[in-house]
T-cell receptor, first 111, second 115 residues
């Protein structure tokens, strides 16, 4: 069993839809959670960084962490074609600096 | 947000030659830098972690004599692929984190093609 599970998709939605991306994890030592967006042939871009259970909002993006269920989510409101990319969840244990990535979910937002 | 640059963005070299890739943190001091490799449609694979002024720590299965990493300053790390072969062709990405920080900021990546 992988430490971090993420559905690779692809996920196709119409423009304006609310997108829900999810990851589950098995290691209860993970304390810090990140979401990255990666366009084709580019490096990942940090979208959200959270370290506690609950919600964190930044513009059209909301990150949600449920440590009791070992489940994290990223919601994208009013999705745009420019949001089409691969979204990677990543997490890290306290005291360590090695990120553990999910497989990435490919998202396509069509006009 | 924090900015990390990489140079070159793409490089083509002949088999047997060495290639150096630079990674720079432009607006923060990167106490730790990371080097990843990514194959098409796959997630990132960590190759090594380096702290400023220390030797790099390589992941299992990564040849340290083939992938030389130097982190000489708080803003610069280099990856040298020695005696490159076609199987080394890949997308190499660096990332950096600041002192006491967990989040990593990634460079734009370098596409290496070995002919």
């Amino acid at each position: 069993q992988k430490e971090v599970e993420q559905d690779p998709g692809p996920l196709s939605v119409p423009e304006g839809a609310i997108v829900s991306l999810n990851c589950t994890y098995s290691n209860s030592a993970f304390q810090y959670f990140m979401w990255y967006r990666q366009y084709s042939r580019k490096g990942p871009e940090l979208l959200m960084y959270t370290y506690s259970s609950g919600n964190k909002e930044d513009g059209r993006f909301t990150a949600q962490v449920d440590k009791s269920s070992k489940y994290i989510s990223l919601f994208i409101r009013d999705s745009q074609p420019s949001d089409s990319a691969t979204y990677l969840c990543a997490m890290i244990s306290g005291g360590y600096n090695k990120l553990i990535f999910g497989a990435g979910t490919r998202l396509a937002v069509h006009p | 947000g924090a900015v990390v640059s990489q140079h070159p963005s793409w490089v083509i070299c002949k088999s047997g030659t060495s290639v150096k890739i630079e990674c720079r943190s432009l607006d923060f001091q990167a106490t730790t830098m990371f080097w990843y490799r990514q194959f098409p449609k796959q997630s990132l694979m960590l190759m090594a972690t380096s702290n400023e002024g220390s030797k790099a720590t390589y992941e299992q299965g990564v040849e340290k004599d083939k992938f030389l990493i130097n982190h000489a300053s708080l803003t610069l790390s280099t990856l040298t692929v020695t005696s490159a072969h076609p199987e080394d062709s890949s997308f190499y990405i660096c990332s950096a984190s600041g002192r006491g920080r967990n989040e990593q900021y990634f460079g734009p990546g370098t596409r290496l093609t070995v002919t």
